[in-house]
């Protein structure tokens, strides 16, 4: 497809319980980013990629997340033992290196926790 | 298809001088905006918002306006500083049956020149 897909677009699931989401990003697009919104807070920074570099995983709120990019396209973000806190839409964007042509965000995952 | 559109991508303004970023939409159930700013390798941050049901929101330096009638939005950072170079997204809030969805422009690049 033209844009960032993002799948599952909702996920209800058990306290404790260990979730995938995944993110197709623009075909071409090096830089990838993660983020997630909390309703009624501003979107918060989880982790990017950028081509074959270390990825920046400052954002990342806990151990109990990690993030891989297999072969610098689809991405997977994992939340382990998820919690109620977890529960927020998780948002994916994709740029060319750099972000000169903007940026593409994907429509998101909501995540439940209950 | 966009629902949210930065036209610009770029914008380059004299220090000092206003900076006006310009936000377009085609959803008129859209019930919240959002202007967001990202420096390079950092996440977006939020800046300022204006419900649906209101045409000006005022925040120091920072003041948009809505245009429901025209399906627009803009930013004006007046006066514009060094430190406001950065890329500014704006974004679309719709809640839907409950479904709360964030649609994102692709941004617009600020360069303000010394």
């Known amino acids: 497809g033209a844009g960032v897909s993002q799948s599952p677009s909702n996920k209800v699931t058990e306290k404790g319980k260990d979730v995938e989401l995944r993110c197709d990003p623009i075909s071409g697009h090096t830089a990838l980013y993660w983020y997630r919104q909390s309703l009624g807070q501003g979107l918060e920074f989880l982790i990017y990629?950028?081509?074959?570099?270390?990825?920046?995983k400052s954002g990342l709120p806990s151990d109990r997340f990690s993030a891989e990019r297999t072969g610098g396209s689809v991405s997977t973000l994992t939340i382990q033992r998820t919690q109620q806190e977890d529960s927020a839409v998780y948002l994916c964007a994709s740029s060319r290196q750099g972000g000169s042509h903007g940026y593409t965000f994907g429509s998101g995952t909501r995540l439940t926790v209950v | 298809d966009q629902q949210v559109k930065q036209n610009s991508p770029s914008l380059s303004v004299q220090e000092g001088r206003i900076s006006i970023l310009n936000c377009d939409y085609t959803n008129s159930m859209f019930d919240y905006f959002l202007w967001y700013k990202k420096y390079p390798a950092e996440g977006p941050t939020f800046l300022i918002s204006?419900?649906?049901i209101k045409d000006k929101n005022e925040d120091g330096r920072f003041t948009v306006f809505l245009n429901k009638s025209a399906k627009h939005l803009s930013l004006h950072i007046v006066p514009s500083q060094p430190g406001d170079s950065a890329v500014y997204f704006c974004?679309?809030?719709?809640?839907?049956?409950?479904?709360?969805?964030?649609?994102w422009g692709a941004g617009t690049k600020l360069i303000i020149k010394p």
């Open positions: 974004a679309a809030i719709w809640n839907m049956d409950s479904n709360y969805q964030l649609i």
């Open positions: 204006i419900s649906s």
């Open positions: 990629f950028q081509g074959n570099s270390a990825p920046d």
